[in-house]
């Protein structure tokens, strides 16, 4: 026996329901979608970036010299390790420009803590472009239930309003009304308990890739300091 989805008793009582409910269903359902795409392309993105954190940190804890380290950032350059590299040397050169214009060829204590606070800078600006598209997941988790929960409200005024005009009470009359109520708090949960697993989950994953963001801060401003403080 084939199973059809437009002879399924959920269709058949999402087809019996007001124009407000079928609204509110299908906006639970584009949220729906939006969080499977969301959850899909991040687990992607997170993955592919602990790999390649993975790789750089590896690498670099065999690097002893800041010119090796050039290198190794122009190799990982699609990475946020590669590009926090990047980002950095190009602003350690243009302070060691200003020092040369001044007869210096070292860096100043000075020099030092700004360079430290643009990695700071440079750490969480990667972070921020990573968390994109979370906040649409916590949102979902949050306002789901809600959304379903004003759909039920909505239907079970209704179902109400349709005893009292049936002047009876018994479950033949009660059940479909009610059935139709409850189907969009159904639906506002079934958004919101994936979006708020995912929305902890890439949280968490986004601590970790903030850790190993700051192993390769540290590792970058220890060869600065090794090879341009006096």
Known sequence: ????LFKSVAW????????????ILLGLFVASVACVAIIAFKI??????????????KRLRSIRQFADLVGVAKEFKESMGGRLLLENISELRV????????GGTHLSQ???????????QSTLSLLLEEETYLPVLGSC???????????????????????SQEHSSDIAT??????????????????????????HYFS?????????????????LMLVKQSFIK
């Open 44 to 57: 992607i993105s997170f993955r592919r970036q602990k790999q390649q954190l993975d790789l750089l940190l």
């Open 12 to 23: 058949q009582l999402i087809a019996q329901t007001d124009i407000m409910t079928k609204f």
């Open 174 to 199: 009660v059940a479909p009304g009610m059935a139709e109520a409850l189907i969009t708090t159904l639906g506002g949960l079934i958004v919101a308990i994936p979006a708020m697993i995912a929305f």
């Open 204 to 220: 968490n994953e986004l601590r970790k890739l903030e850790f190993q963001l700051g192993e390769v801060g540290d590792k970058f």
């Open 95 to 102: 302070i060691l420009d200003e020092a040369k214009k001044e």
């Open 141 to 163: 988790a949050a306002v789901g239930p809600l959304v379903g929960l004003f759909g039920t409200i909505w239907g079970l005024i209704h179902a109400f309003l349709d005893i």
């Open 110 to 120: 000075k020099d030092l803590e700004n360079l430290e606070h643009l990695v700071e």
């Open 1 to 4: 026996m084939k199973f059809s």
